[in-house]
């Protein structure tokens, strides 16, 4: 958990900043899930699912943010890497498009949360 413990150590130090990725938030989670992991002796992961919608209350997000989301995703992830919780992040699309196809019932659920959604 050093990595987790380092990188709250420079969020706290502000030596690290995220501007669109809430870092503070998913830095607390890796000491929870290690502790229920231990006592189920189960391996620990903390996924990291988001949403790029095209705008955000009638604002259009330009893809220069969300490309900076990512980045910052990618750097909180190297920065975790090798900690006992494994880190890993997706977004809304990438994992409804990894949903088969020969499901209907699921192709229908991708369907209606694409169009409601938008994420």
Known sequence: ?????TLKDKLRSRTERFLCLDAGQLVKHPFG????GRRK?????LVYLFAEPKERAGKS???ESKQRHRAEIAHFAEMAEGAEVQFGAISYRDWLRSWPDSDLRLAGHRRAILERFDP
């Open 1 to 5: 958990m050093a990595q987790y413990e």
């Open 33 to 36: 899930l290690v502790t229920e």
């Open 41 to 45: 002796t189960k391996i620990p992961h």
């Open 61 to 63: 997000i330009s893809e």
